[in-house]
């Protein structure tokens, strides 16, 4: 019996599915049959919001957020524009304003117009919602990649798109799927890493999140996804944003692709375009890219969306394109659905009505669009809510939510370095904290935290705890000192610095048991962020230089986007605990981390470099060996890092044993079973991340050094011995080959957990 309703509930579900997405589709098509050549150009414009409210520009708007009556019948209702994004002034409003705002523009589309078409409304939320007043602020994607639990990911989202949803906005530009394979790169923190197997399971866990378990986004508490950006965004030449990469075909599917094709199987409604350009193409002119591949090879049906005014850089920035029509007619005909204009969309419009008016785009291209955005448009139920009210979501900004931050952050904050156990720091010390990053809200969050730069975090995240707040609480205000020795310029761009007092905290330090040492970066994100010098400023190294002459122990805490390098100080550290940008609740993690009431268990979704020209991911190449102390060219040297990949300690002690597979011959068809036992030898309960490792030894084209295949965070008690064992298909062995082709060549292969490894066959 049970199966029997089991089985009647999955054949109901199943065909309820189908019956509502058939709905939609007949409905979308019903609702296109009816539709002019102007209603369905304008349904594939998106506009920034600045351009119907009252203000003196497109570009910048009055404050309190006021929708122009005149500019929005223009946009919405003559031109018919079919959606709008972002806020005004690059700052956070609140709930009521959102809710207030949403329901005018509604009433243009929907009232006044003959079709009554909703506009669909996307934000950036993409560790919280950013542009909400009072919204929860998680730590970045790079942090939580580095809690290694995807669970942490999922809380995220689930808890952005309901946060999102009392904002009333039902569509969401995250999660971020790059590879953060560059260390330069000023976008490394958006993304989970530099490993394709996070990335695919933690961007997995996103999807759901915002989605919800069916991908039932009519469901008032769940937001479209749009993964971004496809792809291959930040694998550039010169580490700097938006710039030229080079990228074979075959590196593009093994590292880049991956994670997109898995988040368009866990049903993924919508993408953005790389705003950058591979092998000389503009990806939003690369007709193989966004059709061949993501729509025919990847089975990609939701909307296409381009970056930022990525049609106008064809003409304006890349010269493939010899005017603005051109240029939209390239993109259109690549395959973009909608673009994100979003100043100029009379253009945008009238060019591209006239392009299919020529014959030059076609009408089955612009109904194919148009379809895609309307269908978008039924499954948000946009058509019956076209906004959600505030009122309904008491969640929102809760406790609740915090909680699962504070979680995020303190499985993701990670001990690099432990001399003598000087962590964790007991009751009673006299402890200076000190530092540009010691007492801020706004390097705890980086950019995309109420504003796009994140320049304002202070002004609206007053109410949480900075670095030094957080440690006060812990150890008492008659212990704590605070003293900033260096500190960011106000105003001046993201890396100026300024030297404050640093005699001050030397004299401080002195009379002090431990120096708590914040430093890192300042927030930016995109091409304010780009860099010229990835060693940490030098203001900062003095700091740290001055205050090791003290002989007093150091704790140095990382707060940054992107490893800096620290090489020259790290040695004076006693300690170094890496907490990326951990959001608002990361300060009070790190405190629990210092006071030892939590236990480390982060490890770094990146290879943290010692020097500017070792730059590489942990999956190098074996020509990269440097010599090593035995002689030049035997290649059994290590690539110089200041921390691996993977790396992070715990309070714990663990040790690995009886590692073994099942096997020592492989066929194609064939699963390994690997297993090896963990025991945390000390008396401190602990998390530990079992990494489980392949190499290819020899294969037509050079392997990798090694990739990760799986990895389990499991929770050991002191004295306490767990066995682990994972399943690993010979198929997840394969790479891709000079054709392109995904393959499992006969071989030898090592797979490894920690230290330790078994060579196998594979026929
Ligand atoms: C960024 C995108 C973002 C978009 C909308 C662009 O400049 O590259 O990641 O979603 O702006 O704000």
Known sequence: MRYFIILSFLIFSCTSDQIKESNIDSKAQDILSQMTLDEKVGQMAQINLTVIAKGPTKWSSSFPLEIDPKKTRKALVDFKVGSVLNTINNTAQKPETWFKTISEIQKYSMDSTRMGIPIIYGIDAIHGTTYTDGATMFPQQITTAASWNEENAYNMALVCAYETRASGIPWNFSPVLDLGIDPRFPRQFETFGEDPLIVERFGKAMIRGYQGDNNDVSNKYSVAACMKHFVGYQAVISGKDRTPAYIPDNVLSEYHIEPFKKAIESGAKTVMINSGLINGVPVHADYNLMINVLRNKLGFEGVILTDW?????????????????????????????????????????????????????????????????????????????????????????????????????????????????????????????????????????????????????????????????????????????????????????????????????????????????????????????????????????????????????????????????????????????????????????????????????????????????????????????????????NYVGEVNNLYDFGYGLSYSDFKYSNFAVDKDTFNLSDTLNIGVF??????????????????????????????????????????????????????????????????????????????????IYIK
């Open 309 to 633: 005014e990525d049609i106008r850089k064809l003409h304006d920035r890349d010269k493939v394109a010899k005017n603005q029509k051109e240029a939209i007619k390239m993109a259109i005909n690549a395959g973009i659905d909608m673009s994100m204009v979003p100043y100029e969309y009379e253009h945008f419009i009238r060019n591209l009505k006239s392009l299919v008016e020529e014959g030059e785009v076609s009408m089955d291209r612009i109904d194919d669009a148009v379809l895609r955005i309307l269908k978008l448009k039924l499954e948000l139920d946009l058509f019956n809510n076209p906004v959600t009210n505030y009122e309904e979501y008491d969640d929102f900004g809760s406790k609740k939510h915090h909680q699962l931050a504070y979680k995020a952050a303190s499985e993701s904050i990670t001990l690099l370095k432990n001399n003598d156990d000087i962590l964790p720091i007991k009751g009673n010390s006299r402890i200076l904290v000190t530092g540009p990053n010691a007492n801020n809200m706004r390097t705890l969050n980086g950019a995309w935290t109420y504003s796009w730069q994140g320049d304002l975090t202070d002004d609206f995240a007053g109410e949480y705890n900075t670095i030094y707040e957080a440690v006060r609480n812990t150890y008492g205000s008659n212990n704590v000192r605070y003293v900033p020795g260096v500190s960011y310029r106000n105003g001046g761009s993201y890396y100026d610095m300024d030297e404050i007092n640093i005699q001050k905290a030397v004299q401080e330090a002195r009379r002090s048991d431990y120096i708590v040492l914040c430093l890192g970066e300042n927030t930016y994100t995109e091409k304010p962020g780009d860099l010229n010098d990835l060693n940490i400023h030098k203001l900062q190294s003095k700091l740290a230089v001055e205050l090791s002459k003290t002989g007093k122990p150091i704790i140095l805490i990382l707060n940054l986007g992107r490893p800096r390098l620290i090489s020259d100080i790290e040695p004076l550290m006693s300690a170094v605990v890496n907490v990326y940008l951990p959001g608002n609740f990361g300060a009070d993690a790190l405190a629990d981390i210092l006071s030892g009431k939590v236990n480390p268990s982060g490890k770094l979704p990146y290879t943290y470099p010692a020097y500017p020209n070792s730059l590489l991911p942990y999956y190098y190449k074996p020509s990269e060996v440097q010599n090593n102390a035995q002689g030049a060219y």
């Open 678 to 759: 963990v025991t945390n030898e000390s008396d401190i309960d602990g998390y530990e991340t079992v990494q489980l490792y392949s190499s290819d030894l020899y294969a037509s084209l050079t392997p990798d050094i090694k990739r990760l295949r799986d990895y389990d965070k499991i929770h050991i008690k002191a004295g306490e011995t767990k066995r682990l064992t994972f399943s690993l298909p010979v198929s997840e062995l394969e790479f891709y080959n000079y054709k392109n082709e995904p393959v499992v060549e006969e071989g030898r292969f090592k797979i490894s957990i920690n230290d330790k490894s078994k060579e």
